[in-house]
């Protein structure tokens, strides 16, 4: 059974401040999300990758397969960052079949 | 940008009663999703849906729930008989195929009391 432990739970960073959320996952994946949940609860797909680097504005995810390991990383964090970002993956086969992890809860100070 | 859409945003119901959750996935995807997230706790997957049927579900997804894609446009959550354990923010999504990025509602908050 894949399990998704996502470090921090909890992350209060200063604006400005570059930011670093890990993922790690227990057995071959297909692909993994990144995914943003803002405070009022609705859910926005920041990447899917399944190898490599992917990059979109501020924001950097990347995996490790071998080690089955993923971060994102937030350059120039701003308040409107704050939100829970929450790992999840897909595995062979599967079609939406996502194991989520627990989410990272990441507030930005001004 | 196109987006999932999903009525009602937030109901109350008496435990015991049927509800219907209401989506509207994007107009060109083929695969539809059902997830939730119990307050508090990480989101589950339900359902998945493709070609006017269930592709894959979940423990979670017992005989208490279907899934119905009624007309060309939207795409719908039952559960019958709920419970108050079914308390929870439902999901819906969609996507073009399933290796490609998941799109995801705002969600529907329901409280069965």
């Known amino acids: 059974k894949n399990e998704v432990e996502q470090s921090p739970q909890n992350l209060t960073a200063q604006e400005g401040e570059f930011i670093t959320i890990n993922c790690s996952y227990s057995v071959g994946i297909s692909a993994l999300h990144w995914l943003q949940q803002h405070p009022g609860g609705g859910i926005v797909s920041l990447f899917m990758l399944s190898s490599g680097k992917k990059k979109h504005g501020r924001l950097i995810a990347t995996i490790n397969i071998q080690e089955k390991h993923s971060s994102l990383h937030i350059t120039a964090s701003h308040p409107r960052d704050s939100a829970v970002y929450i790992c999840?993956?897909?595995?062979?086969?599967?079609?939406?079949?996502?194991?989520f992890g627990k989410g990272t809860k990441l507030s930005v100070k001004p | 940008e196109p987006e999932v859409t999903q009525t009602p945003s937030h109901q109350v119901t008496q435990m015991g009663q049927e509800v219907i959750l209401r989506c509207v996935p994007i107009s060109n995807h083929l695969y539809f999703y059902w997830y939730r997230q119990i307050l508090g706790q990480k989101v589950e997957f339900l359902v998945s849906?493709?070609?006017?049927?269930?592709?894959?579900k979940s423990e979670i997804f017992d005989d208490q729930f279907s899934v119905e894609r009624p007309d060309g446009s939207n795409f719908t959550l039952k559960i019958r008989s709920t419970k108050l354990e079914d308390s929870a923010m439902y999901f819906c999504?969609?996507?073009?195929?399933?290796?490609?990025?998941?799109?995801f509602g705002e969600g529907s908050w329901l409280t069965v009391v």
């Open positions: 999840a993956v897909t595995y062979g086969g599967s079609q939406g079949n996502l194991i």
């Open positions: 999504a969609s996507s073009r195929t399933p290796g490609n990025t998941i799109y």
């Open positions: 849906f493709y070609n006017n049927e269930i592709s894959e």
